[in-house]
């Protein structure tokens, strides 16, 4: 449910957040004085501060239609990405080549390897071997003779060396499973089991004569993850060494590892099943013992390192290795502490009631974590930064006066960065700087301007506090010659999950992104508001209330906001429309089945109608275990609820959907039809949780929910 979040909201937020040769693609050396990007498959270096620019490698020194690349440590190589295909979310597999620079010789890596088969290939540090994963097999290439050998052997369908499972990529962020010594001389490694867990089948009734099922390992809440264990591989031998972590491996996961800053200990996180107990151990590479050194507890959930950080790979090392950096919310506030390496000694460092939003760059030379926060105002970000040494109070190093959303793609010295701005205004700035100081270097008038092709319409950000005593923010946006003394319909988008908001201070983050035509002159009010339970800057309370508590404080959020909004003279409460995606495609469930006095018209795209039925990190991280408390599962379920739909529903799902699947929709329909309730539905077949596959479908999908909503929720002033 998470990913397709994040990819819609990332999509709204492109012209604010992605500066053009800047954001996307742009890859920084070592030192931070320059920066590397692909242009028309050339690669290109430009030195800071004067964009000195220097071609690097084109023609015969690259391969075709160059994805992405890395350099090796002594950047005397470079690794190329090409022929990539999707791996569930991202396109993660594909073809690898290396260029020699000193010889101008470029080749191509695991030859007799299945085209379009090698994942995350990394060049060894000492510059002389290349790893990689293919068909869940670690294997080892030399650069020099291209000799290759296997360093797993068991990998299979479901036996997973080197990679991860459907759960583990789409809840923690988990794609690259193995890591380089610093030496060379070892790799470590993930290996997940999934041989027990059970297939969901798809099924594909179009794309050959007879239907034929697509099977999943997609492990449900309540059934047990996949075993997850640490491996470390000898280059030599191929003799692998398992780290003895305490526990057992079905009941616990492993969402981070890394060498410990050394090439003779391994550094992890575990979580326990229900995610609330986060345990970090040093494991010996050798021998395979592991010596637990922290631990922190929470009696909602934990989040793992991808709720807070552009990269959810790595480990923030300090000292040498003596310290490391945490990110937790055991004080009631998302802080970054300095913790020993022993975890005897910690030093808060971001002092105050506030939210680190997510972690930016660690400048240690010069003494600075910097960060995003937004202590003020819970839908804006902010650059800030904070001494590493606990002393001081944090600094704010975005402009003041450029109220709204900042962003920062920032050098690893902390010396340069992209910077990207806008707001409800639609007021944008897209720039290189300087940092500390924010001086600008340059400016990219051409990404500030850049639009999303629809009117751009008054936007105006409010607060509401419910009789509960709940301040919700949110956005509204009016019909176009708006009249103050008729009353409008209003159309709500609503996502009300831990995963994502969908009320932020940006350009281009609110609207209605479905309709097809001008929604504002056809008559609509839109609005959007982010209620409890939502992942907004506003404590760990605000988050972690919702714990078991999905589809009951959520959609009450929502219908007592909606309650104070249909007094308002301008609003008519008989044409009040809710839409979603995923997790608000749930919402819209809930809200037109729990409260059908105030919602009339639903559209439900790709929704979770049964809890019980979605992925057990995701679900057992905010709602517990089945086993012990299933009757929050059910009645935080719209199909609960649904003898109670009052309405004009409308539900759209496609049948390849591998994340939220078409089974829940079926048990829906089910239950309408059971009490005799109407609705409609559109099914696309093989259309996975995005619905954007196969020619016109986006079309289709528009015209669709605008034809529904102009035919059962008529526009305009009365």
Same mark, same amino acid.
């Given at each position: 449910?998470?990913?397709?979040?994040?990819?819609?909201?990332?999509?709204?937020?492109?012209?604010?957040?992605?500066?053009?040769?800047?954001?996307?693609?742009? $890859?920084?050396?070592?030192?931070?004085?320059?920066?590397?990007?692909?242009?028309?498959?050339?690669?290109?270096?430009?030195?800071?501060?004067?964009?000195?620019?220097?071609?690097?490698?084109?023609?015969?020194?690259?391969?075709?239609?160059?994805?992405?690349?890395?350099?090796?440590?002594?950047?005397?190589?470079?690794?190329?990405?090409?022929?990539?295909?999707?791996?569930?979310?991202?396109?993660?597999?594909?073809?690898?080549?290396?260029?020699?620079?000193?010889?101008?010789?470029?080749?191509?890596?695991?030859?007799?390897?299945?085209?379009?088969?090698?994942?995350?290939?990394?060049?060894?540090?000492?510059?002389?071997?290349?790893?990689?994963?293919?068909?869940?097999?670690?294997?080892?290439?030399?650069?020099?003779?291209?000799?290759?050998?296997?360093?797993?052997?068991?990998?299979?369908?479901?036996?997973?060396?080197?990679?991860?499972?459907?759960?583990?990529?789409?809840?923690?962020?988990?794609?690259?499973?193995?890591?380089?010594?610093?030496?060379?001389?070892?790799?470590?490694?993930?290996?997940?089991?999934?041989?027990?867990?059970?297939?969901?089948?798809?099924? @594909?009734?179009?794309?050959?004569?007879?239907?034929?099922?697509?099977?999943?390992?997609?492990?449900?809440?309540?059934?047990?993850?996949?075993?997850?264990?640490?491996?470390?591989?000898?280059?030599?031998?191929?003799?692998?060494?398992?780290?003895?972590?305490?526990?057992?491996?079905?009941?616990?996961?492993?969402?981070?590892?890394?060498?410990?800053?050394?090439?003779?200990?391994?550094?992890?996180?575990?979580?326990?099943?229900?995610?609330?107990?986060?345990?970090?151990?040093?494991?010996?590479?050798?021998?395979?013992?592991?010596?637990?050194?922290?631990?922190?507890?929470?009696?909602?959930?934990?989040?793992?390192?991808?709720?807070?950080?552009?990269?959810?790979?790595?480990?923030?090392?300090?000292?040498?290795?003596?310290?490391?950096?945490?990110?937790?919310?055991?004080?009631?506030?998302?802080?970054?502490?300095?913790?020993?390496?022993?975890?005897?000694?910690?030093?808060?460092?971001?002092?105050?009631?506030?939210?680190?939003?997510?972690?930016?760059?660690?400048?240690?030379?010069?003494?600075?974590?910097?960060?995003?926060?937004?202590?003020?105002?819970?839908?804006?970000?902010?650059?800030?930064?904070?001494?590493?040494?606990?002393?001081?109070?944090?600094?704010?190093?975005?402009?003041?006066?450029?109220?709204?959303?900042?962003?920062?793609?920032?050098?690893?010295?902390?010396?340069?960065?992209?910077? @990207?701005?806008?707001?409800?205004?639609?007021?944008?700035?897209?720039?290189?700087?300087?940092?500390?100081?924010?001086?600008?270097?340059?400016?990219?008038?051409?990404?500030?301007?850049?639009?999303?092709?629809?009117?751009?319409?008054?936007?105006?950000?409010?607060?509401?506090?419910?009789?509960?005593?709940?301040?919700?923010?949110?956005?509204?946006?009016?019909? $176009?010659?708006?009249?103050?003394?008729?009353?409008?319909?209003?159309?709500?988008?609503?996502?009300?999950?831990?995963?994502?908001?969908?009320?932020?201070?940006?350009?281009?983050?609110?609207?209605?992104?479905?309709?097809?035509?001008?929604?504002?002159?056809?008559?609509?009010?839109?609005?959007?508001?982010?209620?409890?339970?939502?992942?907004?800057?506003?404590?760990?309370?605000?988050?972690?209330?919702?714990?078991?508590?999905?589809?009951?404080?959520?959609?009450?959020?929502?219908?007592?906001?909606?309650?104070?909004?249909?007094?308002?003279?301008?609003?008519?409460?008989?044409?009040?429309?809710?839409?979603?995606?995923?997790?608000?495609?749930?919402?819209?469930?809930?809200?037109?089945?729990?409260?059908?006095?105030?919602?009339?018209?639903?559209?439900?795209?790709?929704?979770?109608?049964?809890?019980?039925?979605?992925?057990?990190?995701?679900?057992?991280?905010?709602?517990?275990?089945?086993?012990?408390?299933?009757?929050?599962?059910?009645?935080?379920?719209?199909?609960?609820?649904?003898?109670?739909?009052?309405?004009?529903?409308?539900?759209?799902?496609?049948?390849?959907?591998?994340?939220?699947?078409?089974?829940?929709?079926?048990?829906?329909? @089910?239950?309408?039809?059971?009490?005799?309730?109407?609705?409609?539905?559109?099914?696309?077949?093989?259309?996975?949780?995005?619905? @954007?596959?196969?020619?016109?479908?986006?079309?289709?999908?528009?015209?669709?929910?605008?034809?529904?909503?102009?035919?059962?929720?008529?526009?305009?002033?009365?």
């Amino acid at each position: 449910m998470r990913s397709l979040v994040l990819f819609i909201i990332s999509c709204l937020l492109a012209n604010a957040l992605t500066a053009q040769r800047g954001g996307g693609g742009v $890859k920084w050396d070592k030192e931070g004085n320059s920066y590397y990007v692909l242009e028309a498959n050339t690669l290109v270096k430009y030195t800071l501060p004067a964009f000195e620019r220097t071609v690097v490698a084109e023609g015969k020194d690259m391969p075709d239609r160059v994805q992405s690349f890395t350099f090796s440590e002594d950047g005397k190589k470079l690794l190329f990405f090409n022929n990539t295909k999707k791996v569930w979310r991202l396109n993660t597999r594909g073809d690898y080549w290396v260029l020699d620079e000193a010889t101008h010789h470029l080749k191509q890596l695991g030859a007799g390897r299945p085209a379009s088969s090698l994942m995350f290939a990394k060049i060894s540090p000492d510059g002389t071997k290349a790893a990689y994963v293919s068909e869940h097999n670690v294997f080892v290439e030399d650069l020099a003779t291209g000799s290759i050998r296997p360093l797993t052997t068991d990998g299979s369908f479901r036996l997973i060396n080197g990679t991860f499972d459907w759960a583990y990529e789409e809840e923690f962020s988990c794609r690259d499973g193995f890591r380089w010594s610093p030496d060379s001389k070892s790799i470590a490694f993930w290996q997940l089991d999934a041989t027990k867990v059970k297939n969901f089948l798809m099924i @594909n009734n179009t794309d050959s004569l007879y239907p034929f099922t697509v099977p999943v390992e997609y492990p449900v809440a309540g059934e047990d993850p996949s075993p997850c264990r640490i491996g470390v591989v000898d280059i030599a031998t191929a003799k692998t060494t398992w780290m003895d972590v305490p526990g057992d491996s079905k009941q616990h996961y492993i969402p981070r590892m890394e060498w410990a800053d050394n090439s003779t200990e391994i550094v992890l996180e575990q979580l326990d099943r229900k995610q609330q107990v986060a345990r970090v151990f040093l494991c010996n590479a050798s021998t395979g013992a592991a010596t637990q050194v922290y631990e922190e507890s929470d009696k909602a959930w934990i989040d793992v390192k991808s709720r807070y950080s552009d990269d959810p790979t790595g480990w923030e090392w300090m000292s040498g290795g003596k310290e490391f950096l945490w990110v937790s919310e055991k004080d009631g506030w998302r802080h970054l502490f300095r913790i020993s390496r022993d975890g005897k000694k910690e030093t808060l460092l971001t002092k105050g009631n506030y939210d680190l939003i997510s972690l930016k760059a660690i400048d240690e030379k010069g003494g600075y974590a910097y960060f995003m926060a937004s202590p003020d105002n819970a839908t804006q970000q902010y650059l800030y930064r904070v001494r590493l040494d606990g002393k001081g109070n944090m600094e704010l190093v975005s402009p003041a006066a450029q109220k709204g959303t900042h962003n920062y793609t920032i050098s690893p010295n902390a010396s340069f960065a992209i910077h @990207n701005f806008s707001n409800h205004l639609y007021e944008s700035v897209s720039e290189w700087v300087s940092l500390p100081k924010h001086a600008v270097i340059k400016t990219n008038e051409q990404a500030a301007r850049r639009g999303n092709g629809r009117p751009q319409y008054p936007v105006r950000m409010f607060q509401l506090t419910t009789e509960d005593g709940v301040t919700m923010d949110g956005w509204m946006i009016l019909p $176009k010659d708006f009249d103050s003394t008729k009353k409008y319909p209003v159309v709500f988008n609503v996502y009300t999950e831990p995963a994502s908001t969908t009320v932020k201070d940006v350009a281009g983050g609110q609207g209605t992104r479905l309709y097809a035509g001008d929604i504002a002159a056809d008559g609509y009010i839109q609005m959007s508001l982010d209620g409890r339970g939502t992942p907004a800057p506003k404590g760990a309370a605000w988050r972690k209330c919702i714990y078991r508590q999905i589809g009951i404080i959520n959609i009450r959020d929502q219908a007592m906001a909606v309650r104070k909004i249909i007094q308002w003279p301008f609003v008519d409460s008989s044409r009040i429309a809710v839409w979603g995606w995923s997790g608000g495609g749930s919402a819209t469930l809930n809200l037109m089945f729990q409260h059908p006095e105030l919602y009339k018209t639903g559209i439900s795209i790709a929704p979770v109608a049964d809890e019980l039925l979605y992925d057990n990190i995701y679900q057992e991280r905010y709602m517990g275990l089945p086993q012990e408390n299933r009757e929050d599962f059910v009645k935080g379920s719209p199909l609960y609820y649904a003898k109670h739909l009052r309405g004009n529903l409308l539900i759209v799902h496609g049948t390849g959907d591998d994340n939220v699947h078409y089974k829940g929709t079926e048990e829906l329909i @089910n239950e309408l039809v059971k009490y005799d309730r109407p609705f409609q539905i559109m099914v696309y077949p093989n259309r996975t949780h995005a619905i @954007n596959e196969g020619e016109g479908t986006s079309m289709h999908l528009s015209h669709l929910f605008t034809d529904y909503l102009r035919a059962h929720c008529p526009g305009g002033g009365r």
